[in-house]
């Protein structure tokens, strides 16, 4: 019953892209297209809600259904791949996300659309992008977590891409596509390992076999992990990787609060978590992907301080938010990663849904620059961005105070690299505290820009402030499942999912352990770490008050001092200039050497050589011809003996 | 006669029959084409319907003797590997009499019936040939009127495309010729019977010096027909010059009979040569995939950046063929299919868009033609996806299957085969969101999909959908072919790569009924 759930679920996006996009270039009336694109993922919801709770009535270990529908492939060789789906509890709880985040963002799309062109097309696209993302959370197997790995890119580019004739939302489109099959081809290539190490690509062959058959600590598990972790750098902008996310910001807000802040973008966690076994089997990938995402939570947040543009500094904040998810992940705190990642969905989304109110009021002003006492106007955008604010600054109470807490103790319970990773991520805590009251400061308080502000304020009707209430309330009460001294119910609930240790079976039947569970930190402990947090975010806020409280002149003076930092974090590491002035400059040098000088010269030049010595040889039979087809004849004959003979004894 | 005898002479025959129509009668050479074709793909699917893909010998064919001094035979017949291109070669050219019957040419309209008549003959007869010598035949036959396609309806170069075209495929047959010729007698020895079947000269045992020049010979001869970098000269020329129908056939369809004849040739009759030579080649291939790549993210034209787009995806195909095991072989013959498919589609999207402007195929001269053309940019984005082989299309099956096997064999020219996958995103976005996106340049309207469009991608966009839902549709009927022609060199390389016996025992090739 689950299993048919899940394809109902799976379905039922598809069904209203695949209907949406049949209506081609005639515009339906918005009615339809609304009632099609929310419908379809309302209902998604409701079915997931209802296996979730018969999930429930079940008992703890029988929690996973798997369902095929047909064969994909049979090479032999036992590789067999079915198109199937398994639904346990680590799925369902990022399908909740997906379709309930996923259905306010709908709805909150209908008014927040209205007056673009291509209506039916988003809704078509963003009904797309959930299919991919179920698909992708559902998938039995590494070929189609692969596929919905890559169709979620498709409708990630799509939708960056959805103002097509902007040049700039374009080249930003490719760039995240381009970026993104880097991604996939770390993957490819794990399966490939895989498949040559374990001879499967399913999910519960490969977890059971690969603690026997690849060695622990090897090159094979380092390999494996760490190109599945490509895939996930790729897709949840970790640094190198990370250059496409504050690009994508292109595409529509309500694009931004799904795909690029709530859900697809978490993908790369999702991926840790689901091939745990894997990267345990590794301890030194496991210590990279916690080092890459305690670097990427650092400098993205410095990078978020300089930004200017509202929605960009939320992307920055994304990015650092998944940098601690990604930390929480290598140090083995999985149920902490996933439980970041539930609270960031309600609050992300709802900053980028409230910045969509924003933008919407100063009709389409994204600049902080242009914004400024705004919280008499906009007063219940302001309320709602600050409690965003709140909760992704861990003020105690709301929800980011219980997750990024958590991983902030975990990392400190993980011996002295857990010490550094502690450091890395309280000090990311402050600059988060900083420059998320940086940007409410700046917008909502201070003094009214230069200017003023673009004519009257376009207020938000209920389809879109209503969305916006709820993920506010979940904002603030989304933590409580699980708080520190008490209760801990994600970790409970993901426990067979995540929790236990590799074993591998030894000849005489006992059993070893490889990788590590992480060690819960000790009462005390965890009051420090609190402690810390809490301080630090306090600090953030107010030196942030001090700033930003009271008009520019106090923030202009600081940075006038500082001109280099600012532009390198303005420009952003200068990740985009190196890769620039690289990669991409080679390639296409390398391209256009090839096309301009070995093709024609080298390639050609040589076929027009052979072609010389035939109108040559044939000159010179020109002179001999006798016109007796006879001799022709013998002389064809003659000739294809010589060659035969020729190559008869050479190849003797 | 067999199925396979009709299927081979059927085009013939109506070639003859266009002879019957008075010349510069459009309508009587179109309908005789169309016809012709309509029924030869019919009777494949008939053919394909009546197929036991547990077998992997030849079937539904004939043995019959034919020049009976020089032990020539008429020995045709089709396996699970030449079905699949049979059908690809009916349907296509189906699709090609169909697209051409609405527009034709002005000059000679009987005669470039005719030609395609015979052209579809000869690659039938290449795909089912079991003796070498009619493989020789018809290959020839082939080269033949496609080259009288370019030299009469081509552009202002047709001359020198049609000339080096001939020249190249000329070097390559002529070498072929002689390596079957040399193969026969060899196999013969002093008093042994002569015989050109396939099926009898496999069980021959050469020696590696003998295997390794005669599978050199052929292998030239079916990587020039390819292409194969470095012996794509006659591409550019040829594909750039011919009418975009026969630019559409060259790609489509002639190309795999050269990644067929390795396949199906090169590789069962000449194993220890094939296993000697296999890094050479599959280095070529994954050069192919490279500097194809890069040719195609530097070119200016529309058309040419597909031609070299198709340039890499061949390599994919040579590199799965190389790697001898059966899953990379099978990705090899289903992406021979999907190439087919995905590259008929592209080229005909090239003629749509060039219709938005006067023509013009040049890349810089189109753009934004999105707003005006849905359908069109909607097919073109399934069709650009498929290309650059999104998981989940048609394409990326193939390319993974090719991937895994490569990586048994060769891990790194597998990995590095991956990032012609990379480029395939950027040369393709680049094609599609220069003429689709930005500013509008040119007439949309003109471009949007009208019925005939629709009738040609719309069998070609469902093939890719559905072999990209269920690939095991097609690998299932491959793979007794398949493990035919590659066994002997699989197990031959496990042995000599690792100096231990294969993990899984060989299957015998008689138990697969391969002979």
Known sequence: MIGTLGWIVLGLPLLGALVLMAFGAKEPPKRVTQLVGCGSIGLAFLATVVAFFSMLSEHAEERTHVSRLWEWIDIGQGLKVDLAIRIDQLSIMMMLVITGVGFLIHLYSTEYMAHEDGYRRFFAEMNFFVFSMLLLVEAANFVFLIVGWALVGLASYLLIGFYYDRPVAVAAAKKAFVINVLGDIGMVIACFLLVRELGTLDYDQVFALAPQFIPAGGGVALSIALLLFVGAMAKSAQAPLHTWLPDAMEGPTPVSALIHAATMVTAGVYLVVRTHVLFELSPLAMNIVAGVGAFTLLMAATIAIAQVDIKRVLAWSTVSQIGYMIMATGLGAYASGMFHFLTHAFFKALLFLTAGIIIHALHGEQSLDKMGALRKPLRFAYFAFATGCLAIAGVPGFSGFFSKDEIISMAAAQGTYGWVLFGVSTLGAFLTAFYMFRLLLRVFHGTEPEGGYHGEFHMSGAAMTVPVAILTVLSIIGGWIQVPFGWKKVTDWLEPVVGGIPQKVNADGTLTAVGHVAAEPSHNLEVITISASLAVALLGILLAWYIFANGPERRLRISARHPHLRSFLEDAWRFDEVYDETVVLAGRASGDGLRDHVEPKVVIGAGRGVQELFSDMARFMHQIQSGLVRTYAVALMAGLAAVAVIFILVSR | MSLTTVLILLPLVGAALTLLVPAGNRDGARSIGVLIALVAFGFNIAAFAKFDQSRGALQLGDRASWISDLAVEWNVGLDGISIWMTLLTTGLFLLAFIAIAARMPDSHPRALIALLLLAECGLLGVFAAGDLVLFYIFWEAMLVPFALLIWMWGDRTRGRAAASFVIYTMVGSLLMLVAILSAAFMAKGPNGTLTFAIADLANHEWTQS???????????????????????????????????????????????????????????????????????????????????????????????????????????????????????????????????????????????????????????????????????????????????????????????????????????????????????AVYMLRLYQTTMNGPLDGEPKKAELRGLDVLYLAPLVAAMVVVGLWPAAVTRTTKASVECATTAAGSLGLVTAEGQPPRTAPITTELLGCR
């Open chain 2, 210 to 424: 003998q295997s390794t020049w005669l599978f050199a010979a052929f292998a030239l001869a079916f990587l020039i027909k390819l292409p194969m970098f470095p012996f794509h000269g006659w591409m550019a020329g040829a594909y750039s010059s011919a009418p975009l129908v026969v630019t559409a056939l060259l790609s489509a369809v002639m190309s795999k009979a050269g990644a067929f004849g390795l396949l199906h040739i090169a590789v069962p009759l000449f194993p220890v040569g094939a296993e000697q030579l296999a890094l050479p080649v599959g280095s070529l291939a994954v050069c192919s995939i490279i500097y194809g790549s890069l040719m195609a993210w530097r070119a200016q034209t529309m058309r040419m950046l597909v031609a070299y787009s198709s340039l890499a995806h061949l390599g994919f195909i040579v590199l799965g063929i190389m790697s001898f095991t059966s899953i990379g072989a099978e990705g090899a013959v289903l992406q021979m299919f999907n190439h087919g498919v995905v590259t008929a589609a592209a080229f005909a999207i090239v003629g749509i868009i060039a219709r938005a402007k006067h023509g013009t195929e040049e890349m810089d001269q189109i753009s934004g033609l999105a707003k005006g053309a849905p359908w069109l940019a909607g097919i073109f984005l399934v069709v650009t996806m498929a290309a650059l082989a999104i998981p989940g299309s048609n394409a990326f099956a193939g390319e993974f299957f090719i991937l895994i096997g490569t990586f048994e064999r060769h891990p790194v020219l597998a990995v590095l085969a991956c990032f012609g996958t990379a480029y395939a």
